[in-house]
């Protein structure tokens, strides 16, 4: 029998949330945590896609300093010169992201970023990283076309449900040698609910059958079902929360004229005009707001460091289920959170399969290598059955 590989990345999926219940998905029998990289989905998944580093793909976080000249947000100077009531209405917000959206092809949210600063950023993802040519160095997409396979993929452009009946009606069919499903809901489940909220159960109670009904599907169209489950990173459910920008207002230097900042849910990075304000501000934030300053070593170390400092001069790092609010990604406290140390234990991702997992496939960052084995194997099993 031909095989077919299917591959699912469940954004979020968590080792200590499924990995020891033998009930999810029994017939992914082959299971591990999978270390993650430090950052979000908009770094995780290109090391998933590329096996590099952010320094070597260059995909860090949503959002980076603009380069000279201008990002995708250039042109939109006279934001600040609109009344602050209009410039946090939802009509303005609406608009801007059409616009935003006839820029760039990838994932991008405006959050709670002030919009007179969003000139100051810039967003590295403007293309398809689930895509040939849609990442900056090689991917597993262009392996996929190199290769000549007939495969299709999934991603949050598509409604999770609507995903999921079209990938089993392709395995129905069986013309695919991949069929590839990225899904961020329960993601999304998992930050508004916590890890044991009820619609995380549901979801993954899904995707534990969705697994057996693919493998039912494929062996219908004559093909061996190869399953994989992977994720980018687990979850962390919040204990508490820390006002990082209140604890800066008080300082007598000041966001916009003596340093620039952005502030993601976990981190809050700094690119100073001044020496003054970057020692005014790594002093007035340290242990008390539940975090540490990320030495060069330690963003070296993550894979992060950056000879532009593109993502931040300085980076304060929350400790593991400190939530920041506000930030610019919200307002509001959320249930669950990452983008913590990767080496929390409720950090790493899964890698689930029906096939044997090599010893050293232990890091995010080696899940394309291990594919791309799958496809060699896939390759010569092919060419001896078909
Ligand atoms: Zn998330």
Known sequence: MKP???????????????GHDAAF??????????????????????????????????????????????????????LRWLPARLRQSWRLTQWLTAQVARRVRGYFNLYEVPREELPAFDLPEQSDIFAPGGLPCDSLWDSLERRKLAWQGWNWRTSEPEARAQALAALERGGHDLVFVYSAVLDARLHH??????????????????FGDAADAARRAGREPWLYLCSDHGMVDVTRTVDVMRALEALPVARGRDYLAFFDSTMARFWWHTPAAREAVRAA??????????????????????????????????????????????????????????????????????????????????????????????????????
């Open 193 to 210: 609910e916590g890890t044991q909220g009820a619609g995380v159960r549901t979801n993954v109670a899904e995707w534990s059958r969705w």
């Open 25 to 78: 998905a029994p017939v992914l029998a082959e299971r591990r945590p999978l270390a993650t990289v430090l950052g979000f989905s908009s770094g995780a998944l290109p090391t998933a896609f590329t096996g590099k580093l952010a320094r070597e793909h260059g995909r860090w976080l949503m959002y980076r300093r603009a380069p000279e000249g201008g990002g995708v947000f250039r042109g939109l100077e006279w």
């Open 4 to 18: 077919v590989m299917v591959v699912v990345l469940v954004d979020a999926l968590g080792w200590s949330l499924v």
């Open 285 to 386: 934030l340290g242990p008390a707001q539940h975090g540490r300053w990320l030495a060069p070593q330690d963003l070296a170390e993550a894979g992060a460091d950056f000879a532009d400092h593109r993502y931040g001069d300085d980076v304060f790092l929350l400790d593991p289920g400190v939530l920041m609010v506000p930030s610019y990604m919200g307002r509001a406290p959320l249930a669950a959170m990452h983008g913590y140390d990767p080496t929390h234990p409720d950090m790493p991702g899964v890698l689930m399969s029906n096939r044997p997992l090599p010893p050293a496939t232990t890091h995010l960052s080696h899940l394309r290598a291990f594919l791309e084995q799958e496809l060699d194997a896939l390759s010569a099993a092919g060419s001896g059955a078909a």
